[in-house]
């Protein structure tokens, strides 16, 4: 089936520890996108990218870095720079007229 | 002022009740709006978008865009215990929701429908 798998599920960080979130998308979608989710809130933009090997920062991109070397992987390193990292983190994906869908998310926490 | 609110809750209505949910935006250059609906530890579901003003009805749901009151709101009729659900206001600069347009995100809207 098509869709979009985000891994892990729930990811633990060390202080001083880069970690990286893996989204895959098998919809030949251009864009693709990282969310951020705090508790009780709506959805930030970290990065997003149009096409391959180019992307944008969001709204809080400080802190965390990506890359989009396929059409099919936009992979999100959360890095030690990042000192409140622990957040529900969705990643999406679209293509020409339609809406963003999402991936299940990774849940991130601190050690 | 937020970019973009919606209306504080929680919001409880009785099984086959219209709930009523509503957000407001700041961005007069907005063209493309969503509704988005979270169950408790899932991620958002889309279940409307709406690009011109009026009303879009879509089953149970309607969605109704005003650009000039910069105001956009989503109804439930007969709302089932199957709605209760965090449901998320989007906005886009781009239009006919275009693929590379930035979504902001309202905090959210619990809504809870009690048997």
């Known amino acids: 089936d098509g869709g979009i798998t985000q891994s892990p599920k729930y990811l633990f960080r060390k202080e001083g520890q880069n970690v990286t979130l893996s989204c895959e998308q098998n919809?030949?979608?251009?864009?693709m996108y990282w969310y951020r989710q705090d508790p009780g809130q709506g959805l930030r933009l970290i990065y997003y990218s149009q096409i391959v090997n180019d992307f944008q920062k969001g709204d809080i991109a400080e802190g965390y870095s990506v890359s989009r070397e396929k059409k099919e992987s936009f992979p999100l390193t959360v890095t030690s720079a990042q000192k409140n990292p622990t957040a529900f983190y969705l990643c999406a994906s679209s293509t020409g007229y339609q809406p963003q869908h999402f991936g299940d998310g990774t849940r991130l926490s601190i050690l | 002022q937020k970019e973009v609110e919606q209306n504080s809750g929680p919001l409880s209505v009785p099984e086959g009740a219209i709930a009523s949910l509503n957000c407001t935006y700041s961005d007069r250059g907005s063209q493309s709006f969503f509704w988005y609906r979270q169950y408790s530890g899932k991620s958002p579901e889309l279940i409307m978008s709406?690009?011109?003003?009026g009303d879009k009805e879509d089953g149970r749901f309607t969605a109704q865009l005003n650009k000039a009151s910069q105001y956009v709101s989503l109804l439930i009729r007969d709302s089932q215990p199957s709605d209760s659900a965090t449901y998320l206001c989007?906005?886009?600069?781009?239009?006919?929701?275009?693929?590379?347009?930035?979504?902001?995100f309202g905090q959210g809207t619990i809504l809870t429908v009690h048997p």
């Open positions: 709406i690009y011109s003003n």
């Open positions: 919809l030949n979608h251009d864009a």
């Open positions: 989007a906005v886009s600069r781009h239009a006919g929701g275009t693929s590379y347009g930035k979504l902001t």
